[in-house]
């Protein structure tokens, strides 16, 4: 990592390390991500921006390659499951474990490790895309990114990709009929300040065509043709707007000043609910 890398890093991730090893003796609570609310978007912004700064190598292309060999040679959706949790998500945690030993034992001038693999975003959108396309299987597919984004706030942030986010909705949408999982994909990456590209456009757009043709899909017996509409309405609005990864309350409805570095003070917010959590709003 670059000198300004490392800069960053120790400012972002003081913050999160230092509030997970906090929670670590609470056996009661959860251990997947919570986030939620504005403040922890922004948060979670700042620090997806940061991740933009990781170098893609030659060596990083070398691996991704290999990795890529390795998923072809698996013969079942449940062997390149075993390798999936071996190889990705077993990675990512020894990647996030090397990181926080190395900076428990900093000297000044050291180099940090890198927190994640940089082939780990393009390992999980192509996971999800193989389990969907090639075994026909857009559960495991799903699966993928659920674990991903639970397993830590450093997998989320790192793993859980414009790719990622991008074959999401495509097997929401293609294997589901998905109108709502396709909007609050969209509404997920906009609050926590994940870039829409023009993939992800042309999903959109498809999704929007395939429901002017009047196709089936699995929202409009619950939400009726109106509530199917709106939710198509928002679709559109979410993918046109600009990602804001530091969005600014109202004075009036800001009772305390919160600022994203502070983490205690967002773990007390009055506008943030600590029990939020994915999938269960």
């Known amino acids: 990592m670059t000198a300004q890398e490392i800069t960053a890093f120790n400012e972002i991730f003081n913050l999160i390390f230092d509030s997970m090893s906090e929670k670590a003796g609470d056996s009661g609570r ?6 939620g609310g504005t403040a922890m978007g922004d948060l979670f912004g700042t620090i997806r921006r940061h991740s933009k700064r ?33 190889e990705v998500f077993g990675e990512s945690q020894r990647y996030e474990q090397e990181f926080n030993k190395a900076r428990a034992e900093k000297d000044d001038g050291a180099e940090l490790p890198m927190i994640q693999p940089a082939t780990y975003p393009h390992l999980i959108a192509l996971l999800m895309k193989t389990f969907r396309d090639k075994y026909r299987d857009p559960h495991l597919a799903l699966s993928m990114f659920d674990y991903a984004r639970h397993l830590s706030i450093a997998s989320y942030v790192f793993g859980c990709s414009t790719s990622a986010y991008n074959e999401l909705i495509a097997t929401k949408w293609t294997c589901f009929r998905d109108l709502k999982g396709v909007h609050d994909a969209l509404d997920e990456m906009y609050v926590n300040g994940v870039d829409i590209d023009n993939r992800t456009k042309e999903l ?20 009726g043709a109106s509530g199917v509409w709106e939710m198509l309405n928002n679709v559109e609005r979410l993918v046109n707007q600009k990602v804001v990864t530091n969005r600014k309350r109202p004075a009036a409805a800001e009772k305390k000043k919160v600022l994203w570095n502070d983490w205690r003070a967002l773990e007390h917010a009055d506008d943030i609910d600590p029990n939020w959590e994915f999938d269960k709003w």
Request: hydrophobic share 30%; with cysteine; charged share 45%.
């Open 204 to 223: 959109a757009e498809k999704v929007r065509q395939e429901v002017g043709d009047r196709n089936l899909w699995m929202e409009e017996d619950q939400l």
């Open 54 to 86: 990781m170098k893609w190598t030659a060596q990083s292309d070398e691996e991704l390659d290999r990795k890529k060999d390795e998923m072809d040679r698996c013969n079942s959706d449940r062997q390149l499951l075993d390798w999936a949790m071996r």
């Open 30 to 35: 959860d251990s997947s991500v919570n986030i």
